[in-house]
């Protein structure tokens, strides 16, 4: 989490030079080509029912991605990744269906409203921003669904590899529209490439493993603390603080994921791409 939300923050520094498509393009790109050269999978071997599995999650990863980088031109970082947990925990809702955690996702529905100011003394939300952090979380659920037919099906690094080439594919368009030959420049590039190894390549390697020695709702329950880490982030590389009232709103959407971890069906068995 700390390298994820640390690259993310490194992330939004590149956006004036290559926008925020752009960086997702290279982040997405790099990282494929990384996880290729370290895995090594026999992709030649997928049948037609394997990329079947595949595609859906590869087409969620990368447009999560977008989602989510976009967002960030219109949020701070702990923000953002508060209203992306959105998907996850109502994901836990849909898959459990369980009394208490109705009470999670109320919890949950507490804070994103305390998110929003009150007074005329403090700037109004970014609507366009909320509604893109939003959509990065129902992507961010249907990532984790698409996911986990992947491992059920792929086991092993296989239908990650394959799952990040076809993201970068998504994303390859867009970047190329916003940031053109920039892309390619040395500077961008070797951002590009740190961004990669912070937010994917480090992160996914290390959660693999995790999940391997962890059961699924102690690990759903340590990602829970992840909008605080991109909150502090945020704070000591990007500068951007958060109201009072917004990290109270923050440590209830902690709380809800956290609970809903440990008394549902968790939503958080897959590794966390975002961010």
């Not at 962890?214 to 102690?218: G, H, I, S």
């Not at 829970?224 to 880490?229: G, L, M, N, T, Y």
């Given at each position: 989490m700390l390298s994820i939300q640390g690259g993310a923050a490194f992330a939004k520094t590149l956006f004036p030079q290559l926008g925020a498509m752009g960086t997702t393009t290279l982040r997405v790109s790099l990282a494929a080509l990384l996880l290729m050269l370290i895995f090594r999978p026999r992709l030649g071997a997928l049948t037609w029912k394997d990329?079947?599995?595949?595609?859906?999650?590869?087409?969620?990863?990368?447009?999560?991605?977008?989602a989510f980088y976009l967002s960030l031109t219109r949020l701070p970082l702990g923000l953002a990744v508060t209203f992306e947990f959105v998907g996850p925990l109502v994901l836990s809702l849909l898959l459990s269906r369980r009394p208490l955690d109705f009470a999670w996702v109320g919890l949950a529905a507490v804070g994103?409203?305390?998110i929003a100011p009150h007074g005329a003394s403090t700037a109004p939300l970014?609507?366009?921003g909320v509604g893109l952090a939003l959509l990065a979380g129902a992507f961010w659920a249907l990532?984790?669904?698409a996911g986990g037919a992947v491992g059920r099906r792929l086991p092993g690094a296989t239908g990650v590899v394959a799952g990040m080439g076809i993201a970068a594919l998504v994303s390859l368009p867009f970047g190329l529209v916003q940031a053109g030959a920039g892309l390619l420049h040395p500077a961008a590039?070797?951002?590009?490439?740190?961004?990669?190894?912070?937010?994917?390549?480090l992160p996914y390697t290390l959660e693999m493993y995790a999940l391997r020695a962890?059961?699924?709702?102690?690990f759903g329950v340590m990602m829970?603390?992840?909008?605080?880490?991109a909150a502090l982030s945020g704070l000591l590389f990007l500068h951007e603080y958060l109201t009072p009232v917004q990290w109270v709103a923050v440590a209830c959407v902690i709380?809800?994921?956290?609970?809903?971890s440990l008394t549902g069906v968790s939503a958080h068995s897959e590794p966390e791409p975002v961010g």
């Open positions: 990329w079947q599995a595949v595609i859906p999650y590869g087409l969620s990863l990368g447009l999560m991605n977008l994103i409203v305390m970014d609507l366009i990532y984790i669904l590039l070797l951002s590009g490439l740190a961004v990669a190894i912070l937010s994917s390549a962890l059961p699924a709702r102690v829970s603390v992840e909008p605080a880490i709380a809800a994921s956290a609970g809903i």
